[in-house]
């Protein structure tokens, strides 16, 4: 644990600053202090040596302070502003003083929160659109970026393999607790045996001038969407090691690519990949991709193992960062080949019909991970209390276009994120349209999963008692009635878009136990 540094008290004063600040919240992280300061942002470097960075000196956060800022000005010069000195001047502190640099301060423009690419991807608004001005972005910069002898030695057998053999090396004394053994082994085998098997296509790499200084750490945290200015910002790529930033392209595309798949988009992922691809020029990208995937995945969770591990941490953040950690060794396995093929199973129909009632009976009997469109339309899109109901015309309020959209984003989206995990998934909602099915379609197909559309039906009657019945419940979430089930009848759109080899009509017209047995039947459970 790091003690406040003389100087904490200066930088988190607004009075220290030269422009309007209200007040200055500070971020850490491990190897930095950000102090958030109004329209600017100081970022001060700790004095930590992990053996791959060492800033243990003044000079030598000095000089990767100024390589900081010149190695991010290739992508946002607009964004990285100075370096400035924290100064001792008569026995005070002060920021950009005359006096004795104590610390030393990248000096950037703030980006706007709301543009951050993580925080619009947790709601679902990262789409084609925004994939396609990162590839625009970055297309350029790539081709552009330095080259040569120097930095084409970062592409060979024995660099590659040093990268990969650290990242074993540094995760032994976790295998048993955040790694299954046998995980850890067959990641280790699998990445042993691509490089032993593909030497001439990482020879071509070099030879084709793939291999460049690049940025190193490219994944959501490090990309901002300015849409004022129309611009994306990639930012905060990798200053302190050369080899970390230096070598094939595949890799820093793969790491944005293993991104997306682990939020749970792997038709965003794949399309990024193919667009980055086609217009860079690059054929062989794709061959690398499971590997960098692999090698990625394995990366984020082992800085998942040390920030675990690291002191000082409280429970709440140990257990997420734990489980994180054990989600990248998982998806490093899938892309390893290391998991059997998961499926996504489909209850769809009508409101009434008794997907939802069967769904979740079979979830619960095979402790399958269920996802209900009532409760993540609630939950997670308006943001209400699951039991406030709402009796709005069809297609109107909280059930409007707009929410349904939403909705049926997330449900896919937790949907990838199990089937990238290898785990197999349930999702119900009514799918009465054919993009929203195909969505799904597509999905599995990028996840390598199976998919299973379950299509509930009942006779009416009984569906009109159902609904009768489920507006008398006070802790119903579903806000279904007969006069909905009426106006869904009219638009649901034929099933003529499914394979039929994958499509299961289900009759709910008896008991819930008998049509479990059908279920497990049919899927041979």
Not at 28 to 57: C, M
Not at 212 to 221: I, K, P
Not at 445 to 461: D, G, S, V
């Amino acid at each position: 644990m790091f003690q406040s540094p003389v100087w904490m008290k200066t930088m988190s004063d607004p009075a220290s600053y030269p422009h309007t600040v209200d007040n200055v919240p500070m971020i850490q992280t491990h190897i930095s202090w950000v102090f958030l300061a109004g329209e600017r942002v100081y970022k001060i470097k700790k004095p930590v040596d992990f053996g791959f960075l060492n800033f243990t000196t003044l000079d030598k956060r000095h000089h990767f302070c100024l390589e900081e800022l010149r190695l991010n000005r290739r992508l946002c010069e607009e964004i990285y502003l100075d370096v400035r000195p924290v100064t001792k001047d008569d026995g005070q502190i002060r920021i950009n003083g005359t006096g004795t640099p104590i610390e030393w301060a990248v000096v950037m423009q703030r980006m706007p929160e709301k543009g951050m690419m993580a925080s619009l991807l947790s709601e679902n608004m990262i789409g084609n659109a925004e994939i396609d001005a990162i590839v625009n972005r970055l297309v350029p910069f790539y081709q552009k970026a330095a080259a040569g002898q120097e930095i084409k030695n970062f592409g060979t057998i024995d660099i590659i393999s040093q990268n990969t053999e650290e990242n074993f090396d540094q995760t032994t004394d976790f295998v048993g607790n955040l790694i299954e053994e046998t995980t850890y082994s067959h990641i280790c085998h699998y990445t042993r045996s691509f490089i032993n098997n593909n030497k001439p296509l990482f020879l071509s790499r070099i030879e084709q001038d793939f291999i460049r200084e690049g940025h190193g750490d490219l994944y959501s945290a490090n990309i901002c969407f300015d849409q004022i200015n129309n611009t994306v910002y990639v930012f905060d790529c990798i200053e302190f090691n050369k080899r970390f930033r230096c070598g094939d392209i595949a890799s820093d595309v793969a790491f944005l690519a293993m991104d997306l798949d682990y939020h749970g988009l792997p038709t965003l992922s794949n399309y990024f990949v193919r667009s980055f691809s086609d217009q860079i020029g690059d054929a062989q990208l794709r061959e690398l991709m499971d590997f960098y995937k692999c090698y990625r995945a394995y990366v984020r969770g082992k800085i998942g193992c040390f920030t675990w591990a690291s002191d000082g941490i409280d429970m709440e953040t140990k257990e997420n960062v734990g489980r994180q950690a054990s989600e990248y060794f998982r998806l490093a396995l899938n892309y390893a080949g290391g998991i059997d093929v998961p499926d996504l199973y489909v209850f769809f129909g009508l409101s009434g019909t008794g997907k939802s009632t069967v769904a979740s009976a079979w979830a619960k009997d095979h402790r399958l991970p269920f996802y209900n469109s009532d409760r993540v339309r609630k939950e997670s899109v308006a943001r209400i209390p699951l039991q406030e109901r709402h009796w709005e015309p069809f297609d109107q309020g909280i059930y409007s276009r707009e929410h349904t959209l939403k909705t049926y984003k997330a449900l896919a989206c937790h949907a990838g994120r199990h089937l990238m995990q290898g785990e197999s998934v349930i999702l119900d909602a009514t799918y009465r349209d054919k993009e929203e099915r195909l969505r799904l379609l597509d999905l599995a197909r990028e996840a390598k999963a199976n998919i299973h559309f379950i299509l509930c039906t009942c006779p009416e009657h009984e569906i009109k008692g159902r609904l009768i019945q489920r507006t008398r419940i006070k802790t119903q979430v579903s806000d279904g009635r007969w006069d909905i089930y009426l106006k869904q009848k009219e638009q649901f759109a034929p099933t003529d878009d499914l394979d039929q080899d994958n499509l299961m009509i289900l009759s709910t017209d008896r008991s819930v136990q008998e049509t479990l047995n059908e279920l497990d039947e049919h899927f041979r459970y």
